[in-house]
């Protein structure tokens, strides 16, 4: 029966390591936020490592920048793993082929940069549609555009058998009050229609095998009994770290503030509906990282 806890402290001293989301945990979109700051603060100060695992299109030094913008201090994180590294290694690897349609926006262009983690490289072109091998999304053309509209070019795709390579499999986001469409939600859209779309980002095992590859890197391993998985999707952050067996902590403040009766925790009965639903259970609740 998963646990609601007021505090990450009271059960911090029972993991070497945490694999903490990002967005609607550590910050809205905008700003950071200080009571999950402080917590993993805290957490460090004890002797603990903070892996920051996002779904973010982005490679892990461009979310690195933008920590910094919303006010995220760099001493309270140790190392990032972003479904944006993750994917783009299986870009480089070839997965989709060498002539890409790429459905994104002209920031996520530093998905195209090369990455270390791949020792030979394949040479990808940005072509047309009517051109193109595969598709590359890091997210909608307009985040505020509802996905169907992208069903002509879609069909056109499927028809052509090309494989969609999706860089964050989070179907929205809230930026502030707003609520925004992401890739996954693309990549859903697409698969209903018939085609074929790949996942690198939670739930899915390749960002949870890069993730342990970062804490290797600096030296920090941990035992999977040892690490805890936090974040507020349930079908991603929550279901990927249980099909990783790593505990849980569900923070319900966030994507399904609503939903649990979330004020300062969570309101049990709520909670307990909406995870009977999901046919989830993670170890523990809070109503925000704290």
Known sequence: MTRIIENLSEVASSYDAVFCDLWGCLHNGITAYAEAVAA???YKAQGGT???LTNSPRPRASVARQLERFGVPEDVWDVIATSGDSARA????GVVGRKIWFIGEDHDQRFFEKMDLVADPVGIEQVDLNEAEGIVCTGPFDPKADPSVMRPQFLLAKTRGLKLLCANPDIVVDRGEDREWCAGALARLYTEMGGESLYFGKPHPPIYDLARRR???????????RILAIGDGLHTDVLGGLGENLDTLFITGGLLREE????????PS??????TEAQLEPTYAMGMLR
């Open 40 to 42: 993993l603060a805290d």
């Open 50 to 52: 903070v892996l920051l």
């Open 90 to 93: 299986a870009m480089f690897q």
């Open 215 to 225: 804490l290797a890197e600096i030296e920090a391993p941990a035992p999977d009994d």
């Open 260 to 267: 649990t009766g979330t004020d300062h925790q969570p309101d």
């Open 270 to 275: 709520k909670l307990a509906r909406v995870l």
